[in-house]
Every structure is written in C-alpha cells, then in structure tokens.
C-alpha cells in the first residue's frame, strides 16, 4: 500500500503547483488604473486567451506574455498633437507585480529608442477587483487556502525578488551593499566595508543593462575619493543560486597622481561577488 501512495501524492503535488502557476499568471487580468509621470493614463483593462494577454486602453493597446512573474510585450498608440507622454506610438513594455498584487510597476522603451525610460508607467487596481467586496473576501479566501497547501511542499527560504536587483547582499570586497531598483534606468546603492578597524562608505549609481534585467553597470565613489565602474551579473556558477548570487568587476578610475604621470597606464581591475541576503527594500538613508 505504501507504494501505491507515492505516485497520488506527485500527482497531487504538481496538481498544486500547476494551479499555482495558474493564479499567478490570472493576477495580471482585470482592470487596472494607469498613471505616467502621475498623470492618468486612463484605464487599462488586460484579457487572457491562451498565453497570450492583451490589453486595452485610452487610445492604445497592448499584447504581452507571463514571465518570471512579470508581463512583458509591446503597445501600439494612436498619437495625437497634443500626445506629451514621450511613449511614441509603438514600443516595449515591462509591468513588474508588486507583492501585494493589487498595484504595479512598469518600464517602456519607445521604437527608436536605445534606453529604457524612467517615468515609470504604473498601475494600481480599483478599489474592489470584483466590484462586490464580499465576493472577493470569499476569493481571496480560497487563494489562501490553497497556497497554504504550497507552502508545506515550497522552498520558503529563499523566496522569487520582486526586483532584480533590490535588496542587501553581502559581497567580498564592498562589504554589506544595498540596492535600491527605483526602475530599469535608476539603480542606487550604498556599501560599506571595514579594514584595519576603519570603516569605508560608497554610493553607486547605475542601471539595468539587459533586457532579462539579470545585468547592471555604474559608477561607484567611495569616502575615501577612490572611484570607477561596477559591471555585474547573476552568477551561474557551481554552487550558486540565480538571483541570489552576482559576480563582475570593478574598474578603477585612475588617482589623480596616476593621471600626472607622462607613461601609459593600465586601470585596476578587482573581481567581485556578492550573495543577497534580503531582497526587502534596503534603508539607503545611511551607509549600515
């Protein structure tokens, strides 16, 4: 009898997880309220055929696909010569899921563009996502219900970041570093290591560069005036965990002594790797 029990309990298992997937890719449908730049952007109302999501809104449209928890695609606009919101009639789009589901955030590139933009194109739900409060009180119940299921059979250690790149790592030569993705073209940090009991603070400033976001580049300048560039990725190396462990480079800006000297000079190239050890918004107040 005890064989037997194994294969229902697979079977139950993938069920789950299959339904799972399901109700996380149907977040995106339903209607949503739009802003750009904090001004309307009107209603936008996402539809599910297949794997295929499409939505519509004041003057445009949209198609896009379910990945990694995001949506992504392409828009198309009607333009008008009054039309200020810099999104040209046709582009890509990234709308990435805040935790609590009810709100997101969105980055675009216009056709001809080479950057993302970063007036984040942001959306938030009506005040009922089923216009009667108690049905979706008795929704939201079910959904509980069976992610409570998932929660004995899934890894709670270590759960998807909503961003990237957001959160603390720990690295082995900026020390503890905090990063804020305010958005695709607008990423900060704060780091601070120790050495010889004297403390050392950093900013970096920098943005995504690829468009699966698992890429950044900066520049980064210490209290103690060194400076340069910081190019990192996610790490697949043995051992390491996508989205929980980067590595790359940091390349030395040349002292201003260096810069005196009349002979050819090579830039101080460091390895760098980091482990996140959060992926909560970080305090980027002060440097701890």
Request: aromatic share 12%.
């Amino acid at each position: 009898m005890k064989k037997s029990i194994m294969p229902f309990t697979v079977m139950g298992i993938l069920f789950l997880l299959s339904f799972s997937t399901q109700a996380q890719s149907n977040d995106w449908t339903g209607k949503w309220n739009t802003t750009l730049l904090g001004n309307s952007l009107g209603e936008l109302n996402i539809t599910k055929s297949g794997d295929i999501y499409t939505g519509t809104f004041p003057n445009g449209k949209l198609d896009g696909k379910y990945e990694n928890g995001n949506l992504t695609g392409t828009y198309r606009r009607t333009v008008n010569s009054f039309d200020r919101t810099g999104m040209g009639k046709m582009g890509l789009f990234t709308f990435i899921m805040h935790a609590g589901k009810k709100s997101f955030e969105g980055e675009y590139k216009p056709e001809g563009k080479d950057d993302w933009q970063p007036d984040n194109w942001n959306g938030s739900r009506p005040n009922s996502l089923y216009g009667n409060i108690i049905e979706e009180q008795v929704a939201k119940d079910e959904l509980d219900k069976r992610e409570q299921v998932l929660k004995d059979f899934a890894n709670k250690d270590k759960p998807a970041p909503i961003k990237p790149w957001t959160g603390t790592w720990e690295t082995d030569v900026l020390g503890k570093l905090k990063i804020n993705q305010k958005n695709i073209a607008n990423v900060l940090g704060k780091y601070r290591f120790q050495v010889n009991n004297k403390f050392t603070n950093g900013d970096i400033t920098g943005k995504v560069t690829d468009s699966n976001r698992k890429e950044f580049e900066g520049h980064f300048k210490d209290s103690e005036g060194k400076s340069g560039q910081i190019k990192i990725s996610y790490s697949y190396l043995v051992n390491a965990t996508p989205g929980y462990d980067f590595s790359g480079v940091l390349i030395y800006d040349f002292t201003p002594e260096q810069k005196k000297m009349n002979i050819p000079l090579t830039k101080k190239v460091v390895s760098i790797k980091g482990h996140r050890v959060s992926s909560l918004l970080p305090n980027m107040v002060n440097y701890n």
